[in-house]
Nanobody
Framework: QVQLVESGGGLAQPGGALRLSCAASGLSFDVYTMAWYRQAPAKQRELVAVIESGGSTDYADSVKGRFTISRENARNMVFLQMNNLKPEDTAVYYC?????????WGQGTQVTVSS
């Protein structure tokens, strides 16, 4: 059974930082493309950052230069370092795994940016 479990969300002040973690189990992690999505209230879910199995990364324009995605294949984990947070980053953040026709979602973790 595949599980993706996010952690690290919470409340941060504008300009602050948070680090999200996603622990994966039940899959051959190193072959999967991993990504972070987010969904704000009344908005569609959007891609935040993606990291391929080979390590190449891509980001939404809104987070470039502020967020960094990374992975540790030995621990089956993917991370999202979020710096210089803005109120518009407030959302539920989801971990996502994809390989060929297989894809999985985590349950999400809430990030709130507010003073």
């Amino acid at each position: 059974q595949v599980q993706l479990v996010e952690s690290g969300g919470g409340l941060a002040q504008p300009g602050g930082a948070l680090r999200l973690s996603c622990a994966a189990s039940g899959l051959s992690f190193d072959v999967y493309t991993m990504a972070w999505y987010r969904q704000a209230p009344a908005k569609q879910r959007e891609l935040v950052a993606v990291i391929e199995s080979g390590g190449s990364t891509d980001y939404a324009d809104s987070v470039k230069g502020r967020f960094t995605i990374s992975r540790e294949n030995a621990r089956n984990m993917v991370f999202l370092q979020m710096n210089n947070l803005k109120p518009e980053d407030t959302a539920v953040y989801y971990c996502y795994a994809k390989f060929a026709s297989l894809s999985y979602w985590g349950q999400g973790t809430q990030v709130t940016v507010s003073s």
